[in-house]
């Protein structure tokens, strides 16, 4: 059976270059209010756990006096191992690592970031417990992903579109889930941002190259779902589509 992080790797690494390009992922207000929190520290050292097209380490470079983007995918870090030359960062390091083995000391760093990856982990408790092994007491923590609604119908429909999309798609969590979650592992939240983020259907099916017939099979179920999910949603009639995000700033304790 293929592991997490095997799935991971095939479905990320050939898009490497689709990611870093990525204008979701390059810009938005969570990106900057995790670089303001990150230059407020000024961090000796920040792990960026589950790095993708490498935005928070990029950002935090200018702030902290070492950044670690760690990704399980080797092309995606060779692809910000190559923006970070280009960018002439010479204080980011990558390292290959799922989030579930963090291959690093206790208390490493004073801060952690991940930012639209723990929907991707094998598991978020063991995700977060070991970011907050390598955590400072002190240390600040940003998290920043898609939230699933409460709702049971709007959830559902949500993480069915998001794995016909991205066969490594784990699952979005509530803000209940993250909450006890968060607790459960040592962090503390000290602030919590939602935003509703727009999702345009072709782009966000390109970046994955989703084949057709599963792209297809994403649009039967928008347009069977029920009046409550498209509302939610706010879906078009091209499929893009709103869904709730949220950055969670916490101090690990």
């Known amino acids: 059976m293929m592991s997490e992080a ?3 790797i095939d479905q990320f690494g050939p898009r490497a270059a689709a990611y870093v390009g990525s204008a979701v992922h390059a810009q938005g207000a969570d990106l900057a209010r995790m670089t303001q929190a990150i230059a407020d520290l000024s961090p ?9 097209g490498g935005h928070v380490a990029y950002a935090a470079s200018p702030h902290a006096r070492e950044v670690v983007a760690a990704d399980p995918s080797p092309l995606m870090l060779l692809a910000v191992e190559a923006q ?11 390292a290959r690592t799922t989030a579930e083995a963090l291959p690093f000391a206790d208390a490493r760093f004073d801060a952690v970031a991940s930012r639209f990856s723990a929907h991707h982990w ?14 400072q007491p002190g240390a600040l923590a940003l998290f920043a992903d898609v939230i699933a609604p409460a709702q049971p119908q709007c959830d559902t429909h949500l993480q069915a579109v998001e794995l016909l ?3 490594s798609h784990g699952r979005d969590y509530t803000l209940a889930e993250w909450t006890a979650a968060l607790a459960q592992a040592g962090f503390a939240i000290t602030a919590l941002h939602p935003a509703r983020l727009p ?5 966000w099916t390109a970046r994955m190259e989703t084949p ?13 779902a029920p ?10 009639a091209d499929g893009s589509f709103t869904i709730d995000t949220v950055l969670i700033e916490a101090r690990a304790i």
Request: glycine letters at 4%.
């Open 199 to 203: 999702m345009e259907f072709a782009s």
């Open 227 to 236: 009046a409550c999910v498209r509302e939610h949603f706010s879906i078009q």
């Open 165 to 167: 999309r991205d066969p």
């Open 44 to 52: 000796e050292r920040l792990l960026d756990i589950g790095t993708g």
């Open 84 to 94: 970070c030359r280009q960018r002439r960062l010479t204080n980011v390091i990558t």
């Open 6 to 8: 095997s799935a991971q």
């Open 122 to 135: 094998a598991s978020l408790a063991q995700g977060l417990a070991q970011a907050r092994r390598v955590c």
């Open 212 to 224: 057709p017939a599963l792209a297809a099979a994403i649009r039967s179920l928008q347009q069977d």
